[in-house]
């Protein structure tokens, strides 16, 4: 067990600074662990991204253009692909984030509501994922040798690649601080399943925090 003299503890000796570190370590590592499973939360919803919403209003053309199914679901894969690989280079900029960031008031966060911890980690970590990915998708885009993606890209005449990087970056952005905080509402919801001593000291149903 973990014993901080200087961060706020509880009677027991439980430190909650270490309690919210762990708790948002635990749940960003099953939450990076679900986005990239094969057949899992990444397949079911950031695969499914319309195209339209990630090309802008550009994206209804290929509508039009790509008239077979199997050549979208091809496209759509593609761009699954880049999300996968983003997803990657993400989960450092997080779980570094997580190790070094102070929590001024962890009573706060630890008697918050199911995603507080999280949606504190998100203010605090700002723009640093999006820096991170975008750049990736955008090289991404620029450089693929996919026919299917050349040829709906080049289809979509003025096609801005950094524009569609950002977008679909913000896309993961949101699916990833989403996932995130699910997986510390379940951690919080059952903390016992964690097997954690300090997991289940600070946020079981025997805790006096």
Do not use: H
């Amino acid at each position: 067990m973990l014993l901080l003299p200087a961060c706020a503890s509880t009677g027991g000796g439980f430190s909650l600074t270490e309690a919210v570190r762990r708790l948002l370590l635990v749940a960003t590592e099953n939450a990076f662990a679900r986005l990239t499973a094969p057949g899992g939360f990444w397949d079911e919803q950031v695969a499914r991204i319309g195209l339209g919403d990630v090309l802008g209003s550009r994206g209804d053309v290929l509508g039009r253009i790509l008239t077979s199914q199997a050549f979208k679901d091809r496209l759509e894969e593609r761009f699954a692909t880049f999300a996968i690989d983003a997803s990657f280079r993400a989960a450092p900029v997080v779980t570094d984030a997580i190790r070094v960031i102070g929590f001024e008031n962890a009573l706060a966060l630890v008697r918050g509501g199911p995603s507080a911890a999280s949606d504190y980690l998100r203010q605090e970590v700002g723009s640093a994922l999006l820096d991170a990915v975008v750049p990736e998708l955008g090289e991404a885009l620029r450089i693929s040798r996919d026919p299917l993606l050349g040829q709906a890209l080049a289809a979509l005449t003025g096609v801005d690649v950094s524009g569609v990087a950002d977008r679909f970056g913000r896309q993961i952005d949101d699916a990833i601080w989403g996932e995130i905080a699910r997986e510390e509402a379940a951690i919080r919801a059952d903390p016992e399943a964690t097997r954690d001593p300090l997991l289940i000291g600070v946020f079981g149903l025997g805790s006096r925090v």
